[in-house]
């Protein structure tokens, strides 16, 4: 069976969990509301997903999100999607940012992991990585049994200018996950120029959305009729995001 939008027909996608989105109504920089919650998912059915694991953002001062806030958020969406009638699959977790309140939040058991419990999605700031990155890696899985996934490492400028930082977080115990809108080429050519790198090395272990609003479904409609779209399904047996979570 073939996925089709408006112009041209969509090839059947070779994974349908997308582990990475802001689809939560109202508590980050993603879905401002439960209808544009419904668009956004309606979206991404049509694309060929499946399953969605969402991900808000949980920031200290900028999205302070708590346990309680996300899961008030998540059943909002969950509810409004069931009323929508799209049979959509969720979990939730978080895209949690490496910074003092994650740190508050771990010794304190608030952290959710993806669901499994095998996983956590984390993220760097913009302008620089976290201090101590490598022993927070060791930390998460030795401490904790996770394994830290890396949220669009090709974003960061920092290790754009310094692929040899991939490397290193990857030798260290970091799986990367890269966004579909910088291999479509959304952002910029430089982000685009990293997640093709890190395709090409073999660093990628899973491929999310980041999906926030509807323009990012437009952007992943074209990337997956365009022929660039070849060179992730190349990579498909290092793809792990239909086997490395519990639904």
Partial sequence: MLFFNKSKSLPRLFYTTDLHSHVCPG?????????????????MWELGFRRMIVTP???????????????????????????AGIPMEFKYSAEFRMDDLFNDLLRANLVRPLPGGKYILVECGWLQPPLYLSELIYTL????????????????????????????????????????LSLAGHYDSACKKA????LENNLVSFVGSDLHRSSHLDSIRRYLTSR????????ADLILNDTAFEF
């Fill in 27 to 43: 508590i980050d920089d993603g879905s401002p509301n439960r209808e544009r919650s419904v668009i956004l998912v309606r979206g």
């Fill in 195 to 198: 997640a093709e790198w890190l």
């Fill in 141 to 180: 899985r030795n401490d904790y049994g996770w394994i830290p996934i890396l949220a669009h490492p090709e974003r960061y400028p920092y290790y754009q200018r310094n692929t040899d930082r991939y490397l290193q977080l990857h030798e260290a115990g970091m799986l990367f996950q890269v966004n579909l």
């Fill in 57 to 83: 953002h949980v920031t200290d001062e900028i999205f302070p999100n708590t346990p309680d806030i996300l899961s008030s958020s998540y059943y909002r969406l969950t509810d409004a999607v069931e009323a």
């Fill in 228 to 235: 660039d779209y070849r060179k992730l399904e190349d990579k």
